[in-house]
């Protein structure tokens, strides 16, 4: 097997570009292959997204849902770990081309960059109304919940500090509806006793999604329960509602014709994603079709359309070869369709037969409102409350990517658990 940069043979060389979840398994599978490969992402290390809502509400830290990608990949003696940022695809040339200029050359390229936030032409809205995708974007919004909290302690006019206690989510999908969750608990639990001139409880959150009903991905009836599970934690929820503006001062919202006004100090984005923009130069430079969210086509081995070298997976591709509906953006399906490219690869160069198109296998879709709350669909089976909760504690634990990291989570979360207490309650980044 060819250790990368002795120059001993002539391996493949495979470009992964993204250290998610798609990329990752990809790496981990190829790494036990006879080619050189080669990972490159902005950031070093791996974070585990369906977390970071945790990050964010102070019940974890960064550093417990992230792992080094250096760390993760170190027995995999083909490997290079690069950090750089991938601004440019050659695809006569096939190289990389990374913001310094540095170029990097490829025989075949799995590109695994994700998503992004998306404001539907409303970019002006992200300073208001911070989405969750990094860590700094966690920590951003766990300082603007702490901080809407001593505020409002501070506010001796209740009218003044009543958009303090106010807190809006845009968006119903499983981050939006765990985000308010988590904030029903910190107002009525975790914060309870922490101050002096209020009461945590009386803070108000409001949980808006444009469809008509919480979780749309999910069965009717387990919408209702997951609904009814953040209405007894004290969370409002408007359903068929849109925002349209956004401002210092609060939301205007929508209803039919109808519109209305929430002030409040504190807004959170789980509303909506778009592809990241290297799906857009990889459409310019080989005319493969993009989607409105910004992903490119893919074919049904996910390879792009007369690029049978160059693959998109994740987040970043549409995948129109699924009973013409697009796939989740979920951690699994990255997930298969990292393994599935790697060992396409695999067979490729052992020059075996091609494989069957790439087809998903949902496994169960799940989200958590808060303590022994959740709902969970199995296809089989629909779960809520504590039994799909503790089915959501133990699946998130197994995809955790370090023994250490399950290590560490699970004792912030026993600990949670019996105190009601969330440990990382820090405001960074500045003065309040």
């Given amino acids: 097997m060819r250790v990368v940069g002795t120059g001993q043979d002539r391996a493949k060389r495979v470009i992964v570009v993204g250290g998610g979840f798609g990329g990752l398994d990809a790496a981990r599978i190829l790494g036990r292959s006879p080619v050189a490969l080669t990972v490159i992402d902005r950031r070093n290390f791996h974070l585990f997204q369906p977390l970071l809502y945790q990050v964010a509400t102070g019940a974890l830290s960064p550093g417990e849902i992230a792992s080094p990608l250096r760390v993760v990949l170190n027995r995999n003696r083909n490997t290079e770990v690069l950090l750089g940022d991938v601004t440019d695809v050659d695809v006569q040339r096939r190289k990389v081309v990374l913001r310094d200029g540095a170029e990097y050359g490829y025989d075949y390229l799995i590109v695994a960059t994700g998503a992004t936030h998306h404001y539907f032409g409303n970019d002006h809205w992200a300073k208001l109304a911070p989405g969750l995708k990094t860590v ?69 959150i409001t949980l808006v999604e444009g469809e008509p009903r ?80 910004g992903r490119v086509h893919v074919e049904p081995d996910l390879s792009v359309r007369g690029h049978p070298e160059i693959f998109v997976i994740g987040d ?71 039994f799909a909760w503790f089915t959501w504690v133990f699946v998130h634990l197994m995809y955790l990517v370090e023994f250490e990291n399950r290590l560490l989570v699970l004792t912030e979360w026993v600990y949670n658990y019996i105190t009601r207490n969330r440990g990382a309650r820090l405001i960074t980044g500045g003065k309040p």
Avoid: C
Wanted: glycine fraction near 12%; avoid cysteine.
């Fill in 316 to 386: 970043l591709a549409s995948f129109p070869h699924h009973g013409g509906k697009p796939l989740p953006g979920v951690a699994p399906v990255a997930m298969q369709q990292g393994r599935y490219v790697a060992r396409l690869i695999r067979r490729r160069e052992a020059g075996g037969a091609a494989p069957p198109a790439f087809r998903y296998v949902n496994k169960g879709n799940l989200a958590t409102i808060g303590r022994n709350k959740a709902v969970a669909d199995f296809g089989f089976a629909r779960l809520s409350g504590f």
């Fill in 214 to 293: 919480l979780l749309p991905g999910f069965p009717p009836d387990l919408s209702a329960r997951a609904e009814e599970q953040l209405i007894r934690l004290g969370v409002r929820t408007r359903t068929g509602t849109r925002v349209v503006g956004i401002d210092p001062e609060g939301v205007t919202i929508e209803s039919g014709e109808v519109h209305d006004r929430i002030a409040a100090r504190t807004v959170l984005w789980a509303a909506g994603v778009r592809a990241n923009r290297l799906g857009k130069v990889i459409a310019e430079r080989t005319g493969a079709p993009l989607d409105r969210a």
């Fill in 136 to 204: 700094e974007d966690a920590t951003e919004i766990r300082s603007r919940i702490l901080a809407a909290f001593e505020h409002a302690e501070r506010e001796p006019d209740p009218a003044k500090r009543r958009p303090w206690l106010n807190f809006v989510i845009v968006g119903g999908g499983p981050t939006g509806v765990e985000l308010a969750g988590a904030l029903g608990e910190i107002a009525n639990d975790t914060l309870r006793h922490d101050f002096h001139h209020i009461d945590p409880r009386e803070a108000q």
